[in-house]
């Protein structure tokens, strides 16, 4: 594939998720994949769903640097934490991973017919440097009747993924509006993430010319 980007220093994803994978891959990247094993960090009390997000991206991220601090290249270590945030009468509720069936049907009865925000949070360790980001989406669910939502628990596609849905795969059709970027809805707000690779070296532009 030809890409635009060319590597200046190796790159390690934090994560296991295809779809994280297949942005970068998208890209021309080269990569390796070395998921966090370290445990996920639970909320603290009134912690902000940001600050939540940053903190478990960071935790992975500084996990797995610290797996990598035997090597002489030096690699650069991305990692992201998706989360689903739904605020009502109630306040401010994190909607993670479904425990089964009937709980992904619980939390798309919440998300349906309201807006909801998704937060990807990014943090890219390398040597001493050190660097959260992230970007958030509103995405509004039409107000789909409860056997529609129960068809869709039914179908697993929920049972991994944060809020219970999948916009890639096929929990497309819950989303009647999106305010922000479809990327980091997905899990990676790809802009922002070669915006920050190339900034900081990990990147660099290939040069392309051409007999006019």
Known sequence: MISA????????????SPRRRAFLEGM???????????PEPRPLSEEDPRAYAKRC????????????AGRKDRPAVLSADTIVILRDENGSSILGKPKDRNDAV????????????????????????VECFDDMTEVTFAAWP??????YADSGDPLDKAGSYG???????????????????VGLPL???LERLLK???????????EL
Do not use: Y
């Not at 980007?5 to 296991?16: E, I």
């Not at 991206?57 to 990598?68: D, H, I, P, Q, Y």
């Not at 409860?146 to 068809?151: F, G, I, N, P, T």
């Not at 900081?200 to 051409?210: D, E, H, I, W, Y």
């Open 146 to 151: 409860l056997s529609v939502l129960e068809a």
């Open 5 to 16: 980007f060319t590597m200046l220093r190796p790159l390690v994803l934090a994560s296991g």
């Open 200 to 210: 900081s070296g990990v990147l660099g532009l290939n040069a392309f010319s051409r």
């Open 106 to 129: 619980a939390m798309l009865s919440r998300l349906s017919g309201r807006t909801h925000e998704v937060v990807t949070s990014c943090c890219l360790a390398m040597d001493n440097h």
């Open 28 to 38: 021309g990247l080269n990569f390796e994949i070395l998921p966090a094993s370290c």
């Open 167 to 185: 916009i890639q795969d096929g929990g497309a059709f819950l989303v009647s509006g999106l305010k922000g970027s479809w990327s980091t809805v």
């Open 191 to 193: 802009d922002i993430v």
């Open 57 to 68: 991206a960071e935790a992975k991220a500084r996990f797995v640097l610290g797996t990598l």
